[in-house]
């Protein structure tokens, strides 16, 4: 069965810190891959994507993500962390099987910015 | 705003209580989901619809029921649930459940459940 790992359940940085994720996947087939942001009382939504094409994949407010297929993994990364980052990042896989849409979701990453 | 919104946003029930969680898409989808959200746990998935046609029930128990009755609403019936139920449900739609364009989803805010 497809699952999801993320390292780190906890992460607590400094504004302006360097950060980095990690996400790792178990499916041996094509993916596709995701990281999904939950801000404090706000609905999940999409950072960044990867489907196909350059494996360094550029998302919103600054992320960005690279895939390497070799190592299953799908890190995320960002060079200098702001307060507003505080929230819960979550990576997900979508490997299509079945012919129909499943997403399989991490435990998520909490991350805490402090000024 | 996502496009996507849930009611009601909180709910506290006791474990005879019969109650709908409602959810309801503005972007034209045909794809919906329901996922529950538990501390400390992954995201489960729970009901997938494809125009409107269950596609994926994820063994969840007979106490959740699922209705879509068009491509803009989703329901899930609770009844005689468990205090280990309570968790927050959020409501996902795509544009469809395959191809490269289905695989983006869209979440709403999510109903915060609590079983008493």
């Known amino acids: 069965a497809q699952s999801v790992s993320q390292h780190n359940h906890h992460v607590i940085l400094s504004e302006a810190a360097s950060l980095e994720l990690g996400c790792n996947y178990s499916?041996?087939?094509?993916?596709?891959l995701f990281w999904y942001v939950q801000y404090p009382g706000q609905h999940l939504q999409l950072l960044l994507k990867?489907?196909?094409?350059?494996?360094l994949v550029k998302g919103i407010k600054g992320f960005e993500a690279e895939f390497i297929k070799s190592k299953f993994s799908f890190n995320l990364r960002k060079p200098s962390v702001q307060w507003s980052d505080t929230a819960e990042y979550f990576c997900a896989v979508n490997s299509g099987a079945g012919g129909y849409n499943k997403l399989i979701f991490g435990a998520g990453t909490r991350l805490a910015v402090h000024p | 705003e996502t496009g996507v919104t849930q009611t009601p946003r909180h709910l506290v029930m006791g474990m005879t209580n019969k109650k709908s969680l409602k959810c309801e898409q503005h972007l034209g989808h045909n794809a919906m989901y329901w996922y529950k959200q538990s501390a400390k746990k992954p995201l489960e998935l729970m009901f997938v619809y494809s125009l409107e046609e269950r596609v994926e029930n994820n063994s969840v128990p007979s106490r959740f029921s699922p209705e879509c009755p068009n491509s803009s609403h989703l329901f899930l019936h609770l009844h005689t649930l468990q205090p280990e139920d309570s968790a927050l449900y959020l409501c996902?739609?795509?544009?469809?459940?395959?191809?490269?364009?289905?695989?983006?989803?869209?979440f709403g805010p999510g109903t915060r459940l609590t079983v008493t």
């Open positions: 499916y041996g087939g094509t993916v596709n």
């Open positions: 996902a739609s795509s544009q469809g459940s395959s191809g490269a364009n289905s695989y983006e989803q869209y």
């Open positions: 990867y489907f196909s094409g350059d494996p």
